[in-house]
């Protein structure tokens, strides 16, 4: 099974249950977690999630540390990708992720790892370079406007779907409806924070964590002007955008375009 | 064999060389013609291409005209492209055909329908939205630039390639080094006017036409501040780019990432 944690950032360090999620995912206690830190610059990145990592329980996680491409396909790196049952990518820039990693071998490993079972994850920027296409950067705003979004290539764990991270808390509604406006076979899927995007064989997305992910989906999309606008951070118009909004334990069925819902109900006074 | 016939644009009609290289790719005078224009707003764009594909020696080339989503999946359509041997995405403005079939079930067969043999060719906007990302509008220049280039879904037909068009008449070398640099896994492919590249089985690029075609490859690429640079058009830094200019004849083999030159001799005096 290929699996893929897409969390929107702001993990809760105090009770990360997205991370137990993953850990679990991968193997709970016989979990071998490699981190990429790569997407931050801070010197201490790698190490703060091992040690996370461990309180969590897992035994030995490796941070593979290094900062040129050149580093990328060093020997224990390959071997680590190798043994991993769950490779995880923090936060922060993803264009570094992609820029660094970008058509190395570990690239090719990561990606042949995930096809063999290994558990996928990322935070933040670790999230958008799960996908082909990635929104590298943008404005905030709930509606459409041309300018908004920055596209670039992801490492390509998923042709479908175009995450978007922060959610709620960064206002990135209207990006993630200019981005699947521009080709609606893609899905936007916008994580929230301490919210993880679980999808698995490419074909399932359920929800876990304290927010919610917000499935923008474009397939019966009836028309849009994104195309004629180029310039000027104009507004654009589109008509037959469908939305769900998930939260806890709901999922989405991507062959089928389907949600399904887990309702909550508040206990009675 | 999948064959992708990607030209640069301004095909020059009264010797057309390169769409005959593409009619005897689709099976010379056996071929069976199908011919996309929603790139184009013109209300003639089939018509002009249907004429030019039947003065050279095609029979009954098939335009699908229709300018709205809804009718993209038109059972004749389907049809059509079901028994094509060769599909033709004409010029205009390259979103105009990921917003109308992205995500269609006409999409789903025209892939499927390069997968069984028939060979896809565009021109212009035609052939940026062969690849998965593709370069949707930008700013001229030599030198690679923050926000030159805007990126966005492309039709697929090849997750390994960047193509641009109106290369060397449009002076975009630095939208497509700049493309290449966020992921450097990228294939950059700059196709000049009268030019096509041709694409085998995702593997081998063979160049045919006046012009040439410039191969931007980032595989060796050392370092850059690209990732780091996300606003302001401020240029940005990229060591290690490997380019290749190749004209009519050249190739370049996409996994080993070698140009083979055939050279071209004035005669003497």
């Given amino acids: 099974m290929q699996t893929l944690v897409a969390i929107g950032g702001g993990i809760k360090w105090k009770n990360p249950v997205i991370l137990q999620e993953f850990i679990q995912r991968a193997g709970g206690a016989k979990a071998h977690i490699v981190i990429l830190p790569q997407a931050s610059r801070e010197e201490d990145t790698g190490k703060f999630y091992q040690n996370e990592f461990k309180k969590l329980g897992v035994k030995n996680p490796i941070a593979l540390e290094f900062t040129q491409r050149i580093n990328a396909e060093h020997a224990s790196h390959i071997k680590a990708i190798r043994n991993a049952t769950g490779i995880f990518f923090g ?31 990322g935070t933040s920027a670790g999230t958008a370079i799960l996908s082909t296409l990635m929104l590298a950067y943008g404005k905030p705003g709930a509606t459409p406007r041309e300018g908004m979004a920055q596209f670039s290539p992801g490492l390509g764990f998923t042709t479908k779907i175009i995450f978007d991270q922060h959610f709620r808390e960064r206002d990135r509604f209207g990006r993630l409806a200019y981005a699947v406006s521009m080709h609606p076979g893609m899905l936007g899927v916008g994580v929230d924070e301490n919210t993880a995007a679980i999808v698995t064989n490419d074909s399932l997305i359920t929800v876990a964590g304290s927010g919610a992910v917000t499935i923008v989906d474009g397939k019966e999309l009836v028309d849009t002007d994104t195309p004629e606008i180029t310039s000027g951070s104009k507004p654009v118009s589109i008509s037959g955008l469908k939305v769900h909004i998930l939260t806890h334990g709901c999922s989405f069925d991507i062959k089928k375009r389907k949600a399904t819902l887990v309702k909550k109900f508040s206990s009675d006074d």
Wanted: charged letters at 20%.
């Fill in 91 to 121: 936060g922060g820039t993803q264009m570094r992720i992609a820029a660094l990693l970008g058509g190395t071998k570990l690239e090719d490993e990561i990606l042949q790892a995930y096809h063999r079972g290994a558990v996928v994850s």
